[in-house]
Nanobody
């Protein structure tokens, strides 16, 4: 399983970014996929995840209403649209995947930095 995230960058508070993650080496449509993040000095935390088949999504309370996760199985990609960004959203964002679980992701990408300035 390989995951390649992209789309991070520097944005002002209130702005938007779209993260993308390309999966390879596995049958993407059969996997749960999602995003975690880790801010400096803090533990990694769940952001959002989306189920295989049907695509129902779960979100952390801190991002509900601002972030939207989507998947494109034909191209083996998962996206995270982030709107109304806040300085607290500053973190390295990791793409994740797992065949069995929406809560215990065992495959992780390399991360992409998101920095939100106030």
């Amino acid at each position: 399983v390989q995951l390649q995230a992209s789309g991070g960058g520097l944005v002002q508070a209130g702005g938007s970014l779209r993260l993308s993650c390309k999966g390879s080496g596995f049958v993407f449509r059969n996997f749960f996929v999602g995003w975690f993040r880790q801010a400096p000095g803090k533990e990694r935390e769940f952001v959002a995840a989306i189920r295989r088949v049907g695509g129902r999504a779960d979100y952390a309370d801190s991002v509900k209403g601002r972030f939207t996760i989507s998947r494109d199985d034909a191209n083996a990609m998962v996206h995270l649209q982030m709107n109304n960004l806040k300085p607290d959203d500053t973190a390295v964002y990791y793409c994740v995947a797992d065949y069995y679980s929406m809560t215990n992701f065992r495959s992780w990408g390399q991360g992409t930095q998101v920095t939100v300035s106030s």
